[in-house]
C-alpha cells in the first residue's frame, strides 16, 4: 500500500489510468477507514504502525497483545534495537510486574509514568501522542 499523498496524486494525475485510480482510490479508501475506526483519535495510521500490525498480523492496534509480541519475538528473534520494538511499545504498555520492577509503583502509577514517558519521546507522532494521552485519560476515570 502507498502512503496517502502518493495516493492523492495519482487520483489527480491526467495521465493514471482508469484502473490505477480505482485502485488509488481503493486503497485510500482502506486508509481513511484506517483512520475513522477510533484507532487515533482520526490521525492516519503511520506506515511503522501498518509494518508492525502487519508483522504481527493484527488487524487493528486494539487488537495488539503482549502475548502476540512475545510470540513473534520468539519466532522471529527480534533485537531490542529493531524498530518494531519501539513501535510496538509506543502502543501497548509491558505487563504490571514489569513497570513495578521499573518505577516500584503500583499499577495505576506506573502505568501513568509509562504513558508520559511515550509522550516525551514519540516526537511528532500525533497518532502516539493522541493514544497516550487517551491512556492516561482512562487512568483518571
Same mark, same amino acid.
Given at each position: 500500500?502507498?502512503?496517502?499523498?502518493?495516493?492523492?496524486?495519482?487520483?489527480?494525475?491526467?495521465?493514471?489510468?482508469?484502473?490505477?485510480?480505482?485502485?488509488?482510490?481503493?486503497?485510500?479508501?482502506?486508509?481513511?477507514?484506517?483512520?475513522?475506526?477510533?484507532?487515533?483519535?482520526? !490521525?492516519?495510521?503511520?506506515?511503522?504502525? /501498518?509494518? +508492525?500490525?502487519?508483522?504481527?498480523?493484527?488487524? =487493528? &492496534?486494539?487488537? #495488539?497483545?503482549?502475548?502476540?509480541?512475545?510470540?513473534?519475538?520468539?519466532?522471529?528473534?527480534?533485537?531490542?534495537?529493531?524498530?518494531?520494538?519501539?513501535?510496538?511499545? !509506543?502502543?501497548?504498555?509491558?505487563?504490571? /510486574?514489569? +513497570?513495578?520492577?521499573?518505577?516500584?509503583?503500583? =499499577? &495505576?502509577?506506573? #502505568?501513568?509514568?509509562?504513558?508520559?514517558?511515550?509522550?516525551?519521546?514519540?516526537?511528532?507522532?500525533?497518532?502516539?501522542?493522541?493514544?497516550?494521552?487517551?491512556?492516561?485519560?482512562?487512568?483518571?476515570?
Amino acid at each position: 500500500m502507498q502512503d496517502k499523498d502518493s495516493l492523492i496524486r495519482i487520483l489527480n494525475d491526467p495521465l493514471s489510468s482508469a484502473e490505477e485510480k480505482a485502485q488509488a482510490q481503493r486503497e485510500l479508501d482502506a486508509v481513511d477507514g484506517q483512520a475513522d475506526d477510533g484507532q487515533a483519535d482520526s !490521525f492516519p495510521v503511520h506506515d511503522a504502525t /501498518r509494518a +508492525l500490525l502487519a508483522a504481527l498480523k493484527v488487524e =487493528r &492496534v486494539e487488537n #495488539l497483545s503482549e502475548e502476540i509480541y512475545e510470540k513473534y519475538c520468539a519466532t522471529v528473534h527480534v533485537r531490542p534495537t529493531d524498530m518494531i520494538c519501539k513501535e510496538f511499545y !509506543f502502543w501497548c504498555a509491558p505487563c504490571e /510486574r514489569t +513497570l513495578w520492577l521499573l518505577t516500584d509503583k503500583d =499499577r &495505576v502509577g506506573g #502505568l501513568r509514568w509509562w504513558w508520559n514517558n511515550v509522550l516525551n519521546i514519540c516526537g511528532d507522532r500525533e497518532d502516539v501522542k493522541a493514544h497516550a494521552r487517551r491512556k492516561l485519560a482512562e487512568l483518571h476515570e
